[in-house]
Nanobody, 124 residues
Framework: VSLAEFGGASVQPGSSLRLSCVVS????????LAWFRQAPGTERKAVAS???????RYEESVKGRFTISQDDSENTLYLQMDSLKAEDTAVYFC???????????????????WGQGTQVTVSS
């Protein structure tokens, strides 16, 4: 299993950005995919998760601004980020796990599979 993130960039506050994560070799019918972020000096935290049935959950600070989605035909996970703020600056990681239930527990970060991360910087 491999995950590769794309789309990180430096943008101004209020801008939009879409991250992509190509997932390869993951063949489970029931699964959880998620986006995490980690700012310097902080722990990695979940931003959003989505199950194979497209049930999405969001961390409180991104609700209404971020949208997680997936394209099964392209094996790709997305994170649409709108109204970006300086505090959204972080390295963003995608993750995958065969445990369906982990999606409902955003505090968990014991996913089995991780990407290498992509930097998002929001600054004026």
């Amino acid at each position: 299993v491999s995950l590769a993130e794309f789309g990180g960039a430096s943008v101004q506050p209020g801008s939009s950005l879409r991250l992509s994560c190509v997932v390869s070799g993951f063949t489970r019918s029931r699964y959880c995919l998620a986006w995490f972020r980690q700012a310097p000096g902080t722990e990695r935290k979940a931003v959003a998760s989505i199950t194979n049935t497209n049930h999405a959950r969001y961390e409180e600070s991104v609700k209404g601004r971020f949208t997680i989605s997936q394209d099964d035909s392209e094996n790709t996970l997305y994170l649409q980020m709108d109204s970006l703020k300086a505090e959204d600056t972080a390295v963003y990681f995608c993750a995958a796990d065969e445990q369906f239930d982990i999606c409902s527990q955003l505090w968990r970060h014991d996913y089995n599979h991780w990407g290498q991360g992509t930097q998002v910087t929001v600054s004026s």
